[in-house]
């Protein structure tokens, strides 16, 4: 935080009364409180990542089962398009027809 030429001054005239370090001492708790306010918004966001990186981890390994039985699946028809070969087809033509 940049100190404020009110500050500044608040400082240098503070020798000579008691009201701005009063000011000062409020400035100081105004701030204290909108610091906490910030540090409750920073945990409740943080909270929320930690949920998305525990459903997106979810996911992930939703998403590698998935890929895992498709590629068995492939495998399986792969290994019955092979025993079942096809016999060359024969093609007959007549003369005349």
Not at 8 to 23: C, D, H, Q
């Amino acid at each position: 935080m940049q100190a404020s030429p009110l500050d500044i001054f608040v400082l240098v005239s503070g020798s000579f009364s008691i009201a701005p370090l009063i000011y000062l001492a409020l400035r100081g708790y105004r701030d204290g409180r909108e610091l906490r306010l910030v540090q409750h918004e920073v945990a409740a966001l943080m909270s929320e990542v930690r949920e998305l990186q525990h459903e997106i981890h979810h996911d992930q390994r939703a998403a590698a089962s998935e890929i895992v039985r498709t590629k068995e699946t492939v495998e399986r028809v792969a290994q019955a398009a092979e025993r079942r070969r096809r016999l060359p087809r024969v093609r007959l033509e007549f003369p005349g027809e």
